[in-house]
Structures are given as structure tokens and as C-alpha cells.
Antibody, heavy 119, light 110 residues
């Protein structure tokens, strides 16, 4: 059974960097593309980007200038960094597995972690 | 990239069938057969219900079906049940090698 678990600080100050990690169990992190998605409170889903074990990444154009993803195969983890955060970055952040070839669908999701941007 | 367009809400009585639309452009929905649908109950992570326009993952009820015509994809829920009350999101692959989601549709079982 594939499981994903997000971890990281629940509170980040404005202008600082949001950092989250997703730990994958039950499957090889080398076998799929891995995505980050976020959902502001009461709003819809927004795709942030994906990463592959080769280091290939692609990001949502609206976030591209502030986002970096990385992957650690030895720990079965992949990570997200969002720089210069503001209140609009407050959201539940999900990590997910891409069943396809970076074309969706996202078949396994973490439970999500709420990150609040506030001083 | 612009979000795909979904109706804000759809409702139906138990046993009825409802359809949720998801409209994009030729750069996403219309250009690829990579449309997925997700169900999200309050406080929970989204669950994949349909992928590649009309395929159901193992374990998803056959009451859920998907289709596509031109730039619009559709999710149909037949034999509506109380447990189907949730938010539903479509997503599509785009010609920028990215994913885009719809704004979401709240399904209410009357």
C-alpha cells in the first residue's frame, strides 16, 4: 500500500521560505513523477509542480519564480520550497503520486498539511 | 494557465443521475485525453475517480463515468447516493507539460 506523508512547519512568516517534505512508503520513488498541490482555505486545488527522480521538474508558471523542488531517493522523500511567501500562500499543501508520465492522474495523495503565513 | 471552468454546484435526488461539466481549451482538455476527476469530502484529501477521460481506478464504483467532447469533459454520477455528496474537481494535462485544475463543483444530494 502506497503512503505519502507531508511534514514541515505549520506557520511561516511573511517574506520567508516555506519548506515541506513528503515521505513515500510502499513504492519506489524512482518509478513515478511526484507532484505538489495546494488548496487555500475554502478554495479549489492548484497544481504547484512535479519532480522525477532524474531531477526533471516543471512548475506552475504562476509560481515558477518562487518554487524549487528536490528529491532524495535514499530517504524516499521529495521536497518543496516556496520563497518570499505572503498571506496568499496560506493553504493545505498536498503531495501526490502521478500515475502517468507527468500528465496526471494523481492516484495517491498525502493527508495534507496546513501552512499558515502570518507574522 | 487559466483554471478549467466547472459549475459551482450541482444537485440531485437519491437515485437520479447528474452530470458535471469541465470546460477548457484546445491547449488542455480538447488537445489531450488526459482528463481526470477527483472527489473530495470535507477535511479529506482528494480521491481519484476517473482518469484519461473515462477510465476508473480499481475500487471506484461503476456509477461514476467520464466522457469528453471537444473542449468539454463531463463526469456523470448515476444512481446518486448520499455518500456522493462532496466537491468534485477535474484536471487536465496542458500543452505546457503542466496540470491545471477546475474550480470545483459542490454536489448536493437532496
Amino acid at each position: 500500500q502506497v503512503q505519502l506523508q507531508e511534514s514541515g512547519p505549520g506557520l511561516v512568516k511573511p517574506s520567508e521560505t516555506l519548506s515541506l517534505t513528503c515521505t513515500v512508503s510502499g513504492d519506489s520513488i524512482r518509478s513515478y513523477y511526484w507532484s505538489w498541490i495546494r488548496q487555500p482555505p475554502g478554495k479549489g486545488l492548484e497544481w504547484i509542480g512535479y519532480i522525477y527522480h532524474s531531477g526533471t521538474t516543471n512548475y506552475n508558471p504562476s509560481l515558477k519564480s518562487r518554487v524549487t523542488m528536490s528529491l532524495d531517493t535514499s530517504r524516499s522523500q521529495f521536497s518543496l520550497k516556496v520563497r518570499s511567501v505572503n498571506a496568499a500562500d496560506t493553504a493545505v499543501y498536498y503531495c501526490a503520486r502521478d500515475l502517468g508520465i507527468a500528465n496526471g492522474p494523481l492516484d495517491y495523495w498525502g493527508q495534507g498539511t496546513l501552512v499558515t503565513v502570518s507574522s | 494557465q487559466s483554471a478549467l471552468t466547472q459549475p459551482a454546484s450541482v444537485s440531485g435526488s437519491p437515485g437520479q443521475a447528474i452530470t458535471i461539466s469541465c470546460t477548457g481549451t484546445s491547449s488542455d482538455v480538447g488537445g489531450y485525453n488526459f482528463v481526470s476527476w477527483y472527489q473530495q469530502h470535507p477535511g479529506k484529501a482528494p480521491k481519484l475517480m476517473i482518469y484519461d477521460v473515462s477510465n476508473r481506478p480499481s475500487g471506484v464504483s461503476n456509477r461514476f463515468s467520464g466522457s469528453k467532447s471537444d473542449n468539454t469533459a463531463s463526469l456523470t454520477i448515476s444512481g446518486l447516493q448520499a455518500e456522493d455528496e462532496a466537491d468534485y474537481y477535474c484536471s487536465s494535462y496542458t500543452n505546457s507539460n503542466t496540470l491545471v485544475f477546475g474550480g470545483g463543483t459542490k454536489v448536493t444530494v437532496l
